[in-house]
């Protein structure tokens, strides 16, 4: 369980990292406009594939992988409990700040993967993403602190900080 554990938080961390880098690079190439997204220049569309991409594969990582392996190592939850219990636990241990911002958050994740003809929605995303990315990193960190504190895992350490 621990090396499981371990790995994981070294996916995170790089994922966490990359996902910093790619909403800095978004928030810093100029405002999300309804214009821009509905034309995106060759730059901009990998700029925001770059955001969704790895948005999504935190969120997977993280709540996905990490958080239910998290809970079991701690012996917080039964593995087959229903993955709202699990959220609902996560808050009560102040890991994700609350359960139903992390289900709106997934939920985001899963509009993510769809390829939506309306550049309202598709700036609505971008937006929502973007502004998001310090939850998700601020989640990572907290799942540091519970491993490390209650769990005793001594993780690596040089992982990347909260770079948004």
Same mark, same amino acid.
């Given at each position: =369980?621990?090396?499981?554990?371990?790995?994981?938080f070294e996916q995170c961390a790089r994922l966490a990292a990359w996902l910093?880098?790619?909403?800095?690079?978004?928030? %810093?190439?100029?405002?999300?406009?309804?214009?821009?997204?509905?034309?995106?220049?060759?730059?901009?569309?990998?700029?925001?594939?770059?955001?969704?991409?790895?948005? =999504?594969? =935190?969120?997977?990582?993280? %709540?996905?992988?990490?958080?239910?392996?998290?809970?079991?190592?701690?012996?917080?939850?039964?593995?087959?409990?229903?993955?709202?219990?699990?959220?609902?636990?996560?808050?009560?241990? %102040?890991?994700?700040?609350?359960?139903?911002?992390?289900?709106?958050?997934?939920?985001l994740r899963n509009r993510m993967a769809h390829d939506y003809p309306d550049?309202?929605?598709?700036? %609505?995303?971008?937006?929502?993403?973007?502004?998001?990315?310090?939850?998700?990193?601020?989640?990572?960190?907290?799942?540091?602190?519970?491993?490390?504190?209650?769990?005793?895992?001594?993780?690596?350490?040089?992982?990347?900080?909260?770079?948004?």
């Open positions: =369980m621990e090396l499981r554990l371990q790995t994981q910093a880098d790619a909403g800095k690079a978004v928030a %810093g190439s100029g405002p999300l406009t309804v214009d821009r997204v509905a034309a995106p220049s060759p730059t901009d569309a990998d700029l925001f594939d770059l955001l969704l991409y790895r948005y =999504m594969r =935190m969120q997977d990582a993280l %709540g996905g992988r990490l958080l239910p392996t998290l809970l079991e190592a701690g012996g917080e939850l039964p593995v087959e409990s229903a993955y709202i219990d699990k959220l609902n636990q996560l808050e009560r241990l %102040g890991i994700v700040g609350s359960a139903a911002r992390w289900m709106e958050l997934r939920a550049s309202d929605v598709r700036l %609505g995303i971008l937006r929502e993403a973007l502004t998001s990315v310090p939850e998700l990193l601020a989640t990572y960190t907290a799942a540091r602190r519970y491993a490390s504190e209650k769990l005793g895992l001594a993780l690596a350490v040089g992982t990347p900080p909260d770079r948004t």
